[in-house]
C-alpha cells in the first residue's frame, strides 16, 4: 500500500464530511418529530422546537395513555400483524415446496408458475379489486387486509429459490425411509429454511404493520382500523382542508391540530420498526443475496 | 402408482394458494370487463349494461386527464433517474470509506426510511416543511418570508420526488455496494502495481465492474413508468396541488371511490396496467435476454 497522498487525505476528509452531512439529513428529521412530541404545545405549534425539546414534557405519551383510539387501533394492529403473518407464513410455505420440484419429480410444475407469474406481470387494479372484495363479503373485516394479499408471489420466489438449494438426496433418503411429501416438508424444509422463514416473516410483519391504504379502502367502521390507517387519517383530514389561501387561514389550521400529540402518535407508528431495525437490516441484506438475482 | 400419489399431495399443496389467487388475482382481471359497462354495484358484472369503448372515451376527453398522465410520467421518471444516480454515487463514496463501522452506521442510517411507511414519513414531512415548521423557520432566519412548500405546485412536486429518494435509496445503494464487494479484488492489486490512483481505478474497474447492476436495476425499473408512488401522493397531496402531483392512480382513487364512476375508473385502471404489462413483460424479456436474469 501507498503512503497516502495529501490529495487522498483531503478527499477521505470530504468524503466523511459529506456522508455524515447526508446520514444527518436522514436522521434529523425523526429527532425534530421526537423532541415536537416532548415539548410544550405552545412552543410545538409556534415553530420553536428544532431539534432539543421546548418546555419538555410527557404530556402528550401521557394524554395517548388515555386516548382510545391510538390504543384501540394499536390492538388492531398486532392482530392484523398476527393474523395476517401466520397466514402469509403458511401459504408461502406450502405452496413454494411443491414448485422448488424439478419437472420429472411433479409434471405440472410449469403450469402452477405460468398462472402464479402472470399476476406479477398483470393485475385488476384498484377498482375491480375493491369489487371483488366486496362481493366475497370482506368488507369492514379485518380478512379484507389478509386475505387479498394471502400469498405473496415475491416472497413465495425467494422460499422456492431457497429450497432448491437443498440438496435433493436430502429428500431421497427420506422418501427411501418412506416418508411422503407432506413429512418432508414439515420434518426436514422446515428445520433446514428456518432462516428463510426469518427474513421472509420479518418483511412480512413489517409490511402488514405498514400498511394503512387498504384499511382505508376497505374498512368503513374507524374502530376497526390498525395503526397505520388511523394515523393516515389524521393526516390526510388535516391535508384535505388545505384549500384556503391566505398565511393566517393556514396558520390557523395548523395550530388547530394539537401537535405535539400528532406527532407523538406518529412517533409511536415508527417506534416498532426501530426497535426491530438492527435485526431486520441483517436478515434483509441476507434475504437480498439468498433472493432473485441468479446467475 | 407410487408417483401419481406423491404428485395428488403436491396439488393438494398448492390449492390453497391457487384458490387465494384465483380470487383476489383473477377474479379482479376478470372484473376489467366493468371498464366496458355501464358498472352499477348492484346489478354487479353480469347484469351492468356493456358500453363499449365509452367509458374510455369519457376519461381521455375529461380535461384533467392529459395533465394527470404528463404528472406520472414526469415524477415517475426523474425518480426512477434518481433512484440510480443517487444510489450509485452513495455506493462509490461508501466504497471510499475504509473503517468498517462508520460504513456500516451510514448504511444503517440510509437504509432505516425504506422500513418505515409513508404515514409516518408523509407526516413527518408535512410537520417539517409546515408554515410553522423547521424548514421555513430557516427561511425565514434567512430574512425570507416563509414559503407555502405544501400549497404550491413546484415545489410540493419536489418534495414528493426529494422524500421518495429519501426513503427509497437505501435499498439500490445495499443492492451496488454488494455489487461493487463481488468485484474480483486482484484487478485492483494490478491496477496499483500499473500506477492507477483511486479514481482511475474506480473509472476503470468499479464502474465496469457495476455495468451489469446498473443495467438490470435501470431496465427493470422501467416497467414502472406509470408507477409515481400512490400511497405516499395520497398521504401528502392536498387540492391546492392536484395540478402538478395528481398522478393517474389517485386521479383513479377518486373518481372510483368518491365520485362513484366504477365504469370510468376502472377503464383508466385498465389502460395503466396494459402499458403497464407491455413495459414489463419487454423490460424482464431484455433483463433475462442479456443478464441471465429470471423470476422462477
Known sequence: ?295 | MRTLKKEYILHLMLLPGVIVTLIYAYGPMAGLVMAFQQFEPLSGFFHSKFVGFDNFKYVFAMPDFKQVLWNTIVIAVIKMVLFLLVPLILALLLNEVTKRWFSRFIQSAVFLPFFLSWTVLGGVIIELFSLSGPVNGLVTATGLKPIMFMLDNEWFRGIVIGSDVWKGMGYNMIVMLAAITGINATLYEAAEVDGAGRWKQMIHITLPGMAPILILLGVLSLGGILNAGFEQILIMYNPTVYEGADIIDTFVYRLGMFSQQFGPAAAVGLFKSAISLVLVSLTYYAAYKYNNYRIF
Request: glycine fraction near 6%.
Open chain 1, 1 to 295: 500500500m501507498h503512503k497516502p497522498t495529501l490529495s487522498r487525505k483531503m478527499f477521505v476528509i470530504f468524503n466523511s464530511a459529506l456522508l455524515t452531512a447526508i446520514t444527518l439529513l436522514g436522521i434529523i428529521p425523526f429527532i425534530h418529530l421526537l423532541s415536537v412530541s416532548l415539548s410544550s404545545n405552545t412552543a410545538a405549534m409556534a415553530g420553536e422546537v428544532k431539534l432539543w425539546p421546548v418546555g419538555f414534557n410527557f404530556d402528550a405519551y401521557r394524554y395517548l395513555g388515555q386516548k382510545v383510539e391510538f390504543f384501540r387501533s394499536f390492538g388492531v394492529s398486532i392482530e392484523r400483524v398476527a393474523l395476517g403473518t401466520a397466514v402469509n407464513m403458511f401459504l408461502c410455505f406450502i405452496s413454494a415446496y411443491p414448485l422448488s420440484k424439478s419437472i420429472d419429480q411433479f409434471k405440472y410444475r410449469t403450469v402452477y408458475v405460468w398462472f402464479f407469474a402472470i399476476t406479477m406481470f398483470f393485475g385488476g387494479g384498484l377498482i375491480p379489486t375493491y369489487i371483488i372484495v366486496k362481493n366475497t363479503g370482506l368488507i369492514d373485516s379485518i380478512w379484507a387486509l389478509i386475505l387479498p394479499g394471502a400469498l405473496n408471489v415475491w416472497n413465495m420466489v425467494l422460499m422456492l429459490n431457497f429450497f432448491r438449494t437443498i440438496p435433493r438426496e436430502l429428500d431421497e433418503a427420506a422418501t427411501i425411509d418412506g416418508a411422503g411429501h407432506w413429512r418432508i416438508l414439515w420434518r426436514i424444509y422446515l428445520p433446514v429454511s428456518l432462516p428463510s422463514i426469518a427474513t421472509i416473516g420479518l418483511f412480512t410483519i413489517v409490511g402488514h404493520w405498514n400498511s394503512w391504504f387498504d384499511g382505508i379502502l376497505y374498512l368503513n367502521s374507524p374502530e376497526k382500523y390498525p395503526l397505520q390507517t388511523y394515523l393516515s387519517t389524521l393526516i390526510m383530514s388535516i391535508n384535505s382542508q388545505m384549500t384556503s389561501v391566505s398565511i393566517e387561514q393556514i396558520k390557523a389550521m395548523e395550530n388547530l391540530s394539537e401537535k405535539t400529540l400528532q406527532t407523538a402518535q406518529i412517533f409511536m407508528g415508527a417506534l416498532p420498526i426501530m426497535v426491530v431495525y438492527p435485526f431486520l437490516q441483517k436478515y434483509f441484506v441476507k434475504g437480498m443475496t439468498v433472493g432473485s438475482v441468479k446467475e
